[in-house]
């Protein structure tokens, strides 16, 4: 997946506290057909052996991939073979981070939109988002996309967005997937990730939308957020990984979001990527201040008379021992409904 790292004595913030087809170019997936092939070889693949192995009794994320029924449609599908014959570490890794992700998405835009909790244990039980027909996610610097391979068995109706800018994977999958899942070859600070998202939110996502972003390295996490913001987007589920890269002064794209990370880390005695991972989550607010319960708050326009209005986000800032990476938090937002300032 295309992706940019705590205190002495200090414990983790609980949710409650933080309240190809080849090497050429990547084709379009707008005019695929869809294919499924027979399995021409009968000998074990990786994914056989996972799924033989112990760690699907395991971990729960493993455990809930080998029970949804995707492993069947894979192996049943020559298009997957990329996938099912990976390495046995890296493929418990995407599967393991996929379905962290995933699991969250539906109490996130369950959430900003007022529906029933879904379950808690991420099982998918009485997911508010059914079949996901109505519901349109956003799967940034994807990569080959197992995320989108997820979520497009999960929710089998919902509209899928993946946005990488490798020329070069092999993407043999995606007719598989077509057409709910389409792949979008494109610079994630081009402006047109963000006309795409708008309009995908406005035409898609009456019942929910949701970003997702697995792993985004340095300022990829803060335009993840960026793009949640400017173009309205219900929720957001984002586990960052590495800090800004350091850069002189006139090589910096972006400015200095993030810039001096390390340094402080060091000289505070926290771990940076616990730290990275709190500024993010504070970043979040930055249009406001905190509100009761952690959520955001959000001052700014008004009512045409110079009143204000007030919108609470609500944030979550957590750590996930079974995603199988020493990088394993969640920042995972609802966005609230703008209200009246009390008082």
């Known amino acids: 997946m295309g992706r940019e790292e705590e205190a002495p004595g200090t414990e983790r913030p609980t949710p409650a506290e933080t309240g190809g087809l080849g090497e050429g170019d990547v084709p379009s997936t707008s005019d695929g057909d869809r294919r499924s092939g027979e399995r ?10 996972l799924l033989a192995g112990k760690s699907v009794k395991v971990n729960p ?12 449609r894979m192996r049943g599908d020559d298009n997957f073979s990329s996938w099912t014959n990976i390495k046995g570490k890296v493929l418990r890794k995407e599967i393991a981070e996929a379905s962290a992700a995933a699991s969250r998405i539906p109490r996130a835009v369950a959430k900003a939109r007022g529906m029933p909790a879904a379950a808690a244990d991420g099982t998918g039980a009485d997911d508010p988002l059914g079949d996901g027909e ?8 994807s990569g080959k996309g197992f995320t989108s391979i997820f979520l497009a068995h999960k929710y089998p109706k919902a509209r899928i967005l993946m946005f990488d800018f490798n020329r070069k994977m092999n993407l043999k999958h995606l007719p598989s997937l077509a057409p709910n899942v389409t792949f979008h070859r ?21 019942r929910g939308s949701c970003i997702v972003g697995v792993h985004l390295c340095g300022d990829l996490s803060r335009r993840a957020i960026e793009l ?30 993030g ?23 504070n970043h979040i607010g930055v249009m406001g201040h905190d509100g009761d319960d952690g959520d955001d708050v959000d001052r700014g326009g008004g009512d045409g008379d110079g009143g204000e209005y007030v919108t609470r986000h609500a ?18 937002v609802a966005r609230g409904a703008p209200c009246a300032p009390c008082g």
């Not at 021409?40 to 052996?49: E, L, N, V």
């Not at 929720?235 to 800004?244: D, F, G, I, Q, W």
């Not at 390390?262 to 989550?281: M, N, P, Q, V």
């Open 40 to 49: 021409g070889s009968k000998s074990m693949t990786s994914m056989d052996f």
């Open 61 to 72: 994320y493993l455990r809930a991939f080998a029970a949804s029924g995707l492993p069947e």
């Open 134 to 141: 109505g519901v349109v996610l956003f799967d940034l610097c």
């Open 186 to 206: 494109l610079n994630l600070y081009d402006d047109e990730v963000q006309s795409l998202v708008s309009d995908a939110v406005i035409e898609h996502g009456d």
């Open 228 to 257: 949640w913001d400017r173009c309205g987007v219900d929720a957001m589920v984002l586990s960052p990984c590495c800090l800004v890269t350091e850069l002189a002064e006139m090589k910096r794209p972006k400015g200095t979001f």
């Open 259 to 281: 810039y001096g990370m390390a340094r402080l880390a060091k000289r505070t005695g926290w771990d940076s990527y616990r730290l990275w991972c709190l500024f993010l989550w």
């Open 315 to 332: 944030r979550d800032l957590n750590w996930d021992d079974d995603m199988i990476s020493q990088r394993n938090a969640f920042i995972c």
